[in-house]
């Protein structure tokens, strides 16, 4: 999967509910991130993107990398 021709390989990402959106990178991303978050296949995040309010973003957990910046523009290529 790509997100804005990025190549991801994340299997997961965990979601607030709202407009967070954080890529699961590695086990420690999701011991940290399931309190709290809800932790999802990777296969939905269009689906939830397109459900998310207007200020959604796409980073990884660790905050190291961001895939969509808010308003930004979003394209998934599967």
């Not at 796409?58 to 969509?68: G, Q």
Request: glycine content about 6%.
């Amino acid at each position: 999967m790509k997100i804005n021709s990025e190549t991801i390989q994340a299997k997961q990402f965990a979601y607030d509910g709202c407009h967070k959106i954080y890529l699961i990178e590695d086990e420690d991303d999701y011991q940290e991130a399931r309190h709290g978050y809800e932790i999802i296949p990777i296969e939905y995040i269009r689906h939830k993107w397109n459900e998310s309010c207007g200020l959604q973003f796409i980073s990884n957990w660790k905050l190291t990398k961001r895939y969509v910046e808010q308003f930004g523009k979003l394209c998934f290529e599967f």
